[in-house]
């Protein structure tokens, strides 16, 4: 089975290993101010899923701060000058604001040279004309990769409106497609274990992206974690649902794997739940242990 890995893909482009910087720009999220709903996504904690991000500072202390903690992680023989990275936007909704602060804040960050790419994380449903206008000009501005993450987790409407999700099915489909015609990078997000999903509905959104023409650039399989102070926990405490295992989620990876064309780079195959806020999966808090599962299920393949 041939995987294209983003960790892969980067260091073929780069010739060095890229590595993600986690930043915040300050976005809210319609789903929780009042605009569309309240409250967010229900699996979704008070930092907007973006938990590991550095604290709202200016982008440039931001930069600095992320690039700090992820250099705890570098060999020390790779001097600060070789080092490259990914400008990642993840917590709450990074297209919805006001698109003069949004443009100043994204050059700042793209005008850095060790910055090889920036990453949005964003609903579908907030990207309007004058977003995708100016993240266009930044890119013929700097020359650099931008990416634009979509959260759909899962296709199915039912599942979609017992999480709050905020929006039906053909809403992803035509902001996937306008992105595509300004010919960004668009990856999707989607998450495994959500409360009533069988097998065969989880595999059914893998499949479901695996038809989409053009195929997404990109996929983030993502196991779902109930975390404390989340909508979801309070609905988990008061009528549990399935958690998936360890070696069912395994086997999700495995046979998604197999089912996405081979053009499609997997960016991310499990995820990291801050173990202070964990309440379920309790085996995903040890990532060595099942990154190592995986990879020997993978190429047991």
């Known amino acids: 089975m041939i995987i294209r890995t983003i960790s892969d893909e980067m260091k073929r482009k780069y010739g060095t290993k890229v590595y993600r910087l986690s930043l915040s720009s300050g976005c809210s999220c319609p789903n929780r101010d009042g605009k569309l709903g309240y409250g967010g996504c229900t699996f979704c904690s008070e930092g907007g899923s973006g938990d590991f991000a550095s604290p709202v500072l200016s982008i440039q202390e931001q930069l600095e701060y992320a690039k700090e903690k992820v250099g705890r992680k570098i060999s020390a023989g790779i001097p600060e000058s070789d080092r490259r990275y990914i ?12 698109p003069e602060r949004l443009e100043k804040l994204y050059a700042e960050t793209l005008e850095r040279p060790e910055i090889v790419a920036l990453s949005l994380g964003t609903r579908p449903d907030c990207l309007p004309d004058e977003i995708l206008d100016m993240l266009v000009r930044l890119r013929q501005k700097y020359d650099k990769e931008i990416w634009v993450e979509l959260g759909l987790q899962t296709m199915h409407d039912e599942t979609a409106k017992r999480i709050n999700r905020g929006y039906p099915l053909p809403v992803f489909e035509q902001s996937f497609h306008k992105l595509k015609e300004k010919d960004f990078s668009v990856i999707i997000h989607i998450i495994y274990g959500l409360p009533g999903e069988t097998r065969e509905d989880m595999l059914e959104t893998v499949t479901y992206l695996s038809r989409l023409r053009p195929y997404p650039d990109g996929v983030k399989l993502q196991l779902l974690h109930i975390l404390k102070g989340t909508k979801m926990a309070e609905d988990y405490r008061e009528k549990p649902f399935h958690i998936l295992s360890m070696e069912e989620y395994i086997d999700l990876i495995v046979t998604s794997l197999q089912i996405l064309p081979e053009d499609v780079v997997i960016h991310r195959m499990t995820g990291d739940g801050p173990k202070k806020l964990l309440i379920e999966p309790l085996w995903s ?8 599962a995986l990879n020997k299920a993978i190429k047991a393949v």
Do not use: E, M, P
């Open 87 to 98: 400008a990642y936007f993840q917590s709450f909704t990074n297209t919805y604001g006001d």
């Open 285 to 292: 808090a040890d990532k060595k242990r099942v990154l190592n």
